[in-house]
């Protein structure tokens, strides 16, 4: 079992970037498939970004690609997502997440969470 705690989200102006983090506690961090998801107001939860063991495995969704990097330190048992070139759209509630297995891109597929940091992007 593994136990996420995200940080870094905040208010930023459009054009502009964040990190977060995903600090995860439990054994075998490195055995995990990790993802971020968002979740804009009254709008469901979509993913965003997910990356396995190595960076061959790695997958975003359209709207982030060129844009957003997912990383891991298993060293530190933590994932990161650099947010670049932010856009109002990108304004949401921010999870983390884990899952074993392969990559998957479904928030039905992992089976940890955390508990979210707000992201938001100001025009």
């Known amino acids: 079992q593994v136990q996420l705690v995200e940080s870094g989200g905040g208010l930023v102006q459009a054009g502009g970037s964040l990190r977060l983090s995903c600090a995860a506690s439990?054994?075998?961090?490195?055995?995990?498939?990790m993802g971020w998801f968002r979740q804009a107001p009254g709008k469901e939860r979509i993913f965003v970004a997910a990356r396995g063991w190595s960076a061959g495995s790695t997958y975003y969704a359209d709207s982030v690609k060129g844009r957003f990097t997912i990383s891991r330190d298993n060293a530190k048992n933590t994932m990161y997502l650099q947010m670049n070139s932010l856009k109002p759209e990108d304004t949401a509630v921010y999870y983390c997440a884990a899952r074993r297995g392969v990559v998957r891109t479904t928030d039905d597929d992992f089976d940890y969470w955390g508990q979210g940091t707000q992201v938001t992007v100001s025009s």
């Open positions: 439990g054994r075998a961090f490195s055995s995990y498939v």
